[in-house]
């Protein structure tokens, strides 16, 4: 990403993530949260394989990774 680059950040969304980091850095486990996220990234996963279909690039990444 440029160095000039803004992002913006939905306030929910960052609101969430202040939430989970203050839990993780308290170590606090939330069995339904943590529940939650695997089924909503379960969903984000089926729906990214039916529009690109599969995605094989754990190797090169580990290649491009140890090369370096």
Do not use: P
Request: hydrophobic share 40%.
């Amino acid at each position: 990403m440029a160095d000039n680059a803004s992002v913006s950040i939905d306030r929910f969304i960052m609101s969430e993530l202040h939430e989970v980091a203050e839990r993780a850095g308290k170590k606090v486990r939330d069995r339904d949260a943590m529940r939650s996220a695997c089924s909503q990234l379960d969903v984000a996963r089926e729906e990214l394989r039916k529009r690109v279909g599969t995605l094989d690039i754990a190797v090169d990444l580990i290649r491009f990774g140890r090369d370096q």
